[in-house]
């Protein structure tokens, strides 16, 4: 069998250390070729020595090269440029996953950073395929249904992150149209795996995770207006990664756009509920408006106290509901479905007591 070659942008972070794992595991015959930041050498080879030492076939088959998506030809030595140019695949996971992050910063990473890469897939004489991970936010505040195939829909964002992922997506629908072999994938909120907790960063719902697990007995939780019809979408990383690995092993899904959400997700009012019933604590709803809200977290002293970003509190009103039809028609046929919260949601939260110190800073 011909030897497959993965270029995998975004090592070693959270989605892109497990998704390696699959692809590898999937076929014998393939080997990455991973881009890492300088700063990030070190956690990259002790990530690659981690895979190696738990699957010993893999020895040699993850290659690492030193590089930056937001550089001209990804700031590769020509060496590693030329090694990169023998991929037949890529899979741009690569962006800055911050809510709070500044503009200049965000379109450089999601929006440059991505053009870069597609740029770049241009000049690769064997190209098979580019998969490409978006974000259900690109739908912004869009009041209503978003379909997978949904985008430019005079949506408003709350954030740089969500604004340039959109961008970006734009911009890879376009080298799509021009013949790029481009699957999109739009997970949701992204939490650790189903079956073990594990995560690498503690941000989104690991917020009022921690803060229930802070405030023993009775947990005060401010909620907003039509929280009860307020939907928190969240999907732990196992089913984002067996379903990108899967479904990037057919080729039927080039061209497509899944959505990695649930498509029966929790209220805000039943997210609450059943936090309280897993940590053991009493949830008191204490009606707020966002403004208040908003700025009574960006107050020095109570920020020190709760620890929840302001940013945050938009993910406690949002009004859009994500279809999945294409995903769960396309997964039927690998068998692969997602897990209700209600069933690792003690797993995440025992994850979280065990391991208090790991921080809410992201990677790219």
């Given at each position: 069998?011909?030897?497959?070659?993965?270029?995998?942008?975004?090592?070693p972070?959270?989605?892109?250390d497990?998704?390696?794992?699959?692809?590898?595991?999937q076929?014998?015959?393939?080997?990455?070729?991973?881009l890492?930041?300088?700063?990030?050498?070190?956690?990259a080879l002790a990530?690659?020595?981690?895979?190696?030492?738990?699957q010993?076939?893999?020895?040699?088959?993850?290659?690492?090269?030193v590089?930056?998506?937001?550089?001209?030809?990804?700031?590769?030595?020509?060496?590693?440029?030329?090694?990169?140019?023998?991929?037949?695949?890529?899979?741009h996971?690569?962006?800055?996953?911050?809510?709070?992050?500044?503009?200049k910063?965000?379109?450089?990473?999601?929006?440059e950073?991505?053009?870069?890469?597609?740029?770049?897939?241009k000049e690769?004489?064997?190209?098979?395929?580019?998969d490409?991970?978006?974000?259900?936010?690109?739908?912004?505040?869009?009041?209503?249904?978003f379909?997978?195939?949904d985008?430019?829909?005079?949506q408003?964002?709350?954030?740089?992150?969500?604004?340039?992922?959109y961008?970006?997506?734009?911009?890879?629908?376009?080298?799509q149209k021009e013949?790029l072999?481009?699957?999109?994938?739009?997970p949701?909120?992204?939490?650790?795996?189903s079956?073990?907790?594990?995560?690498?960063?503690y941000?989104?719902?690991?917020?009022?995770?921690?803060?229930?697990l802070?405030i023993?007995?009775i947990?005060?939780?401010?909620?907003l207006?039509?929280?009860?019809?307020?939907?928190?979408?969240i999907?732990?990383?196992?089913?984002?990664?067996?379903?990108?690995a899967?479904?990037?092993?057919?080729d039927?899904?080039?061209?497509?756009?899944?959505?990695?959400?649930?498509?029966?997700?929790?209220?805000?009012?039943e997210?609450?509920?059943?936090?309280?019933?897993?940590?053991?604590?009493?949830?008191?709803?204490?009606?707020?408006?966002?403004?208040?809200?908003e700025?009574?977290?960006?107050?020095?002293?109570?920020?020190?106290?709760?620890?929840?970003?302001?940013?945050?509190?938009?993910?406690?009103?949002?009004?859009?509901?994500?279809?999945?039809?294409q995903?769960?028609?396309?997964?039927?046929?690998f068998?692969i479905q997602i897990?209700s919260?209600?069933s690792?949601?003690?797993?995440l939260?025992?994850?979280?007591?065990?391991?208090?110190r790991?921080?809410?800073?992201?990677?790219y």
């Open positions: 069998m011909t030897k497959s070659i993965a270029f995998v942008t975004g090592f972070g959270f989605i892109a497990e998704l390696i794992e699959r692809i590898l595991l076929n014998i015959n393939i080997e990455v070729i991973c890492v930041q300088g700063i990030y050498l070190k956690m990530k690659v020595d981690e895979l190696v030492k738990r010993p076939d893999f020895s040699g088959r993850i290659h690492i090269v590089g930056d998506i937001t550089k001209h030809n990804l700031g590769l030595g020509d060496e590693d440029l030329q090694k990169v140019k023998t991929s037949t695949r890529v899979l996971l690569a962006a800055i996953y911050d809510l709070s992050i500044d503009e910063t965000a379109l450089k990473v999601n929006v950073g991505t053009l870069n890469v597609l740029d770049l897939c690769l004489k064997d190209l098979n395929r580019i490409y991970m978006s974000t259900c936010y690109v739908s912004g505040s869009y009041n209503g249904i379909h997978e195939q985008l430019e829909l005079g408003y964002f709350n954030n740089y992150y969500e604004k340039t992922k961008l970006a997506e734009i911009e890879v629908r376009k080298y013949g072999p481009i699957t999109i994938y739009r949701s909120i992204v939490v650790g795996d079956d073990s907790g594990k995560t690498q960063k941000d989104g719902i690991y917020f009022f995770i921690n803060w229930f802070r023993p007995f947990a005060f939780m401010p909620v207006n039509n929280y009860q019809n307020s939907y928190v979408n999907v732990p990383r196992d089913f984002v990664t067996q379903s990108v899967a479904l990037s092993s057919n039927s899904s080039i061209g497509k756009t899944y959505q990695l959400a649930d498509p029966n997700p929790l209220s805000v009012a997210l609450i509920e059943e936090l309280g019933k897993v940590t053991h604590r009493f949830p008191i709803k204490v009606p707020v408006s966002k403004n208040i809200l700025k009574s977290l960006q107050n020095p002293k109570i920020q020190r106290f709760v620890k929840i970003p302001a940013p945050v509190v938009q993910y406690l009103i949002l009004p859009t509901k994500y279809d999945t039809t995903t769960q028609h396309d997964l039927k046929q068998n897990p919260i209600k690792y949601l003690p797993v939260i025992e994850f979280n007591k065990k391991n208090p790991i921080s809410s800073k992201g990677l």
